[in-house]
């Protein structure tokens, strides 16, 4: 286990590798094996409503009251997310909201806390 590399996340020391990728088991932070080659390759380019960059692991509140689809819930105003994780596509925010569950968010709809 010694030549398993820390976790870049959360510099965790409990890696194990998954197919084609490492994953820490403490923050479920995955990256792909050649993570040395796409160092330099800055891959996504995400900002919140004011513009800031967002990394994974930040904490964003949500500026507007956003429905969820295919239920009677709503995220209301000032909800906090933290511990977010970005990914490709339309909705880009992967999260975990309290009272709610999983969820993915767009960006332009949080601001970074």
């Known amino acids: 286990m010694s030549d398993m590399p820390n976790c870049p996340a959360c ?4 890696t194990y590798e998954d197919g084609l990728m490492y994953v820490c088991p403490e923050c479920a ?3 792909p094996k050649d993570a ?3 160092a330099g390759d800055e891959g996504l380019s995400i900002r919140d409503a004011n513009g800031n960059p967002l990394q994974d692991g930040d904490t964003v509140t949500v ?3 956003l429905k ?3 239920s009677s819930l709503v995220v209301k105003v000032g909800t906090r997310v933290k511990n977010i994780r970005l990914v490709g596509g339309d909705h880009d925010i992967d999260c975990k909201i309290d009272g709610i569950g999983p969820m993915k968010l767009k960006s332009e709809f949080v601001k970074k806390a």
């Open 68 to 70: 969820v689809k295919g």
């Open 29 to 31: 932070h995955e990256w």
């Open 11 to 14: 510099e965790s020391t409990y």
């Open 63 to 65: 500026i507007k009251d």
């Open 36 to 38: 040395a080659a796409d």
